[in-house]
């Protein structure tokens, strides 16, 4: 799927069709989802339903499913790129450089 040529909201349905088919595999309803979500069912009925939600609730209902490990797929830890490999040579990087500013000397 293109979600790059997807709208806002066609993402967040497709995102709540998603959930929603995962919990239906699951065998769940959405009042035992929400319960042990900790959230309400009209909360987990707007995120099925493609209405935007919190990411704390994306979060606990993804828990609850067990599929909170997927978010590893979704966004996956960033390695340093080649060049700042060789440039560490075995350190780990502590901070960014951020922008120099040119010192200019005066006559």
């Known amino acids: 799927m293109n979600f790059e040529a997807m709208s806002e909201q066609a993402v967040l349905a497709e995102l709540g069709r998603r959930v929603q088919i995962?919990?239906?595999n699951a065998n769940l309803s959405q009042a035992e989802v929400a319960v042990k979500a900790g959230v309400s069912r009209r909360a987990l009925q707007n995120l099925e339903s493609g209405r935007a939600c919190t990411?704390?609730?994306l979060i606990r209902v993804l828990r609850v499913?067990?599929?909170l490990g997927q978010l590893d797929a979704f966004l996956p830890e960033p390695g340093p790129s080649?060049?700042?490999l060789a440039k560490l040579k075995g350190r780990e990087r502590q901070r960014a450089s951020g922008r120099h500013q040119r010192r200019t000397t005066e006559p």
Do not use: A
Request: without cysteine.
């Open 22 to 24: 995962q919990r239906l």
């Open 55 to 57: 990411l704390s609730l």
């Open 65 to 67: 499913l067990g599929l």
């Open 82 to 84: 080649p060049i700042q």
